[in-house]
Structures are given as C-alpha cells and as structure tokens.
C-alpha cells in the first residue's frame, strides 16, 4: 500500500526540482513552506547516505553526530530516522561539509 501525496508536498516536489531554494521561499504559504523545507531535508539525507556508503570519513563523521558506533551497520530506515531529528540547518551544513572536495 502507498502513501497518498498531498497538494502541499507535489508543489515542493515540483518547486525544488525547477531549482527552486527552500529559504527563499515565502513563509506567507505555511503549510507549502513546510513540504518544501521537509522534502529538502529528505533529499539532504539521501544524499548524505549516498555518500556514507562510498567514504570511510563520512560515514565516521556522520556516525559521530549520530552517536553511534562506525563499525556498526544501521538499517537505513534507523539511519533516517536519526538524521530526520537534526534541524534543516544541521543537514545542510553535514551535506556541504562531506561533499566538499577533498585538499590534497
């Protein structure tokens, strides 16, 4: 059985797919402002699993804000769950922070 997807969380889907920012977008629209930061934080987790899965650092990092142990294997449903309690803010800064370029 699926999920239904509201009115509210199509226009974020749509918005951040045309490039729209999710800070720019006017907090007037309460409920769409809303979809739009929650679906920007799915993708930040998305992201910052990808990248676990293909770097040792990261996942390190990661697991270290987590609080869990690097040579543990978490479902990645227990991995969303942990990531969804940090603040949009959180996920954007870990995401820019393990997808930077490394300097060497």
Not at 51 to 64: L, Q, T
Not at 89 to 101: E, G, T, V
Request: charged share 35%.
């Amino acid at each position: 059985m699926t999920n239904r997807v509201s009115s509210e969380e199509m226009y974020a889907i749509k918005y951040l797919d045309s490039g729209g920012d999710p800070e720019k977008f006017s907090n007037r629209h309460k409920k769409i402002h809303v979809a739009i930061k929650n679906e920007a934080k799915r993708r930040f987790m998305v992201d910052i699993r990808h990248k676990i899965n293909k770097s040792k650092k990261a996942k390190k990092k990661v697991y270290k804000i987590i609080k869990k142990s690097p040579s543990t294997t978490i479902n990645p449903n227990d991995l969303y769950d942990a990531l969804g309690k940090l603040s949009y803010s959180n996920l954007k800064n870990l995401k820019k922070s393990i997808l930077q370029p490394s300097k060497e």
